[in-house]
């Protein structure tokens, strides 16, 4: 029997900027709010960057983490998934901060250095609403996102073998299957594994379908089918598409707001939970289930809640 389908929702990122959308969470209560929302709209795995409530941009600081961790905990069992990509720009501890803080379930890791180009974003005529908008994303013409395997390894240790939070293993190419492999050989990581492929960023393999299977393909073969937790988010346009033929494929999915801005074509999504409710209402007319946050924990063997710290 196929799985049920775990939903995660990316709420706001480190991506976008506050001019390119209005909905875009910034403040504390508006992530918290943002968050809660999309929990009850069927996401089991909240995954949580912070910005700087004053201008929307993204930020390392761990009390601001903490003005809105509790809060979602408080009112939703959801599985709280804290960035360790941080912002561009950001170095390793400062990308690290908030989970080395918050000791939660579950935290990201990019498996790689890549190019992380957002500078096409530009090319949309726009009357910025803050200075560092337009800079932060013209700096990604010449910028390399850095996690060496030395990176890694200390996430892997101080981070998931330390506080024993679990990963989202963010693949944005073949060779990071390959990396997530190395560390597997290597004894630093145990399944179950839930790998996010990740598909349409500029540096990152392509929003095409065959990419989509070959990813599947690869990671079948590294990791054996029963080993792994397999999910699918897309960037833009293609987030919808992806996150639906991953899921027929026998994927999980991601959505939010840090992936993308829009419900439709030329419609901007007014919240993460109407990009939940769409996913959601879309695998249920497949007679595909939704997982709770309780299946979830399960299958991916996560501490729980009582063992985070906030």
């Not at 983490?65 to 400062?94: C, K, R, W």
């Not at 850095?146 to 060779?175: A, L, P, Q």
């Not at 919240?271 to 299946?295: F, G, Y």
Request: include cysteine.
């Amino acid at each position: 029997m196929p799985k049920s389908i775990i939903i995660t929702c990316a709420v706001t990122g480190a991506i976008h900027t506050p001019t390119m959308s209005k909905y875009l969470p910034i403040t504390p209560k508006e992530i918290r709010d943002e968050a809660v929302a999309a929990a009850a709209a069927g996401a089991s795995i909240i995954h949580l960057h912070a910005r700087d409530p004053q201008d929307g941009k993204p930020t390392a600081d761990a009390d601001i983490y903490m003005e809105f961790l509790p809060a979602i905990q408080e009112s939703t069992d959801a599985v709280l998934n804290i960035t360790t990509g941080g912002g561009h720009g950001m170095t390793l501890a400062q990308r690290c901060a908030g989970a080395l803080r918050a000791t939660p379930e579950m935290v990201s890791l990019n498996m790689g250095s890549m190019n992380f180009g957002l500078f096409p974003m530009l090319n949309k005529q726009r009357k910025w609403k803050y200075e560092w908008e337009p800079a932060y994303l013209n700096m990604t013409r010449d910028f390399i996102f850095r996690n060496t395997y030395e990176d890694i390894e200390w996430v892997m240790k101080k981070i998931g073998e330390d506080c024993g939070s679990r990963f989202e293993f963010e693949c944005y190419d073949v060779s990071h299957l390959y990396n997530l492999a190395h560390f597997i050989d290597r004894g630093l990581v145990k399944p179950p594994f839930l790998i996010q492929t990740i598909f349409g960023v500029l540096g990152g393999i392509g929003a095409d379908i065959e990419n989509l299977m070959h990813m599947r393909r690869i990671s079948n073969k590294l990791f054996g089918e029963q080993n792994y937790e397999w999910s699918i988010l897309a960037a833009g346009r293609h987030q919808f598409s992806f996150a639906t033929s991953g899921a027929i494929l026998g994927g999980n999915v991601r959505v939010g707001l840090e992936d993308s801005l829009y419900l439709s074509k030329g419609r901007l999504a007014k919240s993460n939970a109407d990009q939940v409710k769409k996913i959601k209402r879309v695998l249920e007319d497949l007679s595909l289930d939704i997982a709770t946050p309780t299946e979830t924990r399960k299958r991916l063997q996560l501490k729980g809640i009582q063992q985070v710290g906030f």
